[in-house]
């Protein structure tokens, strides 16, 4: 049985790659001026001018899809399923369930056991090693429920994310909380 990725019909979402083309499309005619002698100045500044604006359309089209996605975030952890709402909110929710971002996220989780193992010296690394050592087996059962293939919720990797990347979350600031119970509820939201 085939399967089709879900239609998103009314989405517009920014496309930073595509957003930058019609540019660099006149780069590459303003580039042909350069057969001219005369022109060949004047052709490479248009050329230099067309990508330079092509590289500040990249980037706009990415903050505006960040943008976008911080606020699908915001809806996905208000709402107690997480994948409630607009056509935005299910395309985020989807996007943070696929594979890539759960090996990513395995990924960090790796890099966390790294940094906290007594074998290793200490870094700069903000990570409360002696708290995230004592929860070592918690956080590499995150990392296999990530690798494991079972469906998850965008709202458990929402928090997974936060828990990894937020100053302001236990595995770095002891004012936060305790970690073992913020690790608990990472585990508990991560399932369906």
């Known amino acids: 049985?085939?399967?089709?990725?879900?239609?998103?019909?009314t989405l517009d979402l920014p496309r930073p790659g595509?957003?930058?083309?019609?540019?660099?499309?006149?780069?590459?005619?303003?580039?042909?001026?350069?057969?001219?002698?005369?022109?060949r100045l004047a052709g490479l500044a248009a050329a230099a001018c067309f990508t330079l604006a092509a590289a500040v359309r990249v980037e706009r089209a990415r903050a505006e899809l960040r943008a976008i996605r911080r606020s699908a975030d915001r809806l996905i952890l208000a709402s107690a399923t997480g994948v409630e709402g607009s056509d935005i909110?299910?395309?985020?929710?989807?996007?943070?369930v696929a594979t890539p971002t759960r090996q990513g996220l395995a990924r960090e989780l790796e890099q966390a056991l790294r940094r906290v193992d007594p074998a290793r010296l200490p870094s700069a690394s903000p990570l409360r090693r002696g708290v995230a050592r004592r929860h070592e087996h918690m956080l590499r059962r995150l990392e296999e429920r990530m690798l494991d293939g079972r469906p998850v919720t965008a709202r458990g990797v929402l928090l997974?994310?936060?828990?990894l990347r937020e100053p302001g979350s236990p595995l770095y600031d002891e004012q936060a909380g305790d970690l073992s119970r913020a690790l608990a509820h990472v585990l508990l939201e991560l399932d369906p």
């Open 1 to 9: 049985m085939a399967t089709h990725a879900p239609s998103f019909g």
């Open 89 to 96: 909110v299910r395309w985020r929710a989807l996007e943070l």
């Open 160 to 163: 997974l994310r936060r828990l």
């Open 18 to 39: 595509r957003a930058a083309l019609p540019l660099l499309a006149l780069a590459v005619v303003a580039l042909a001026l350069e057969a001219s002698p005369e022109l």
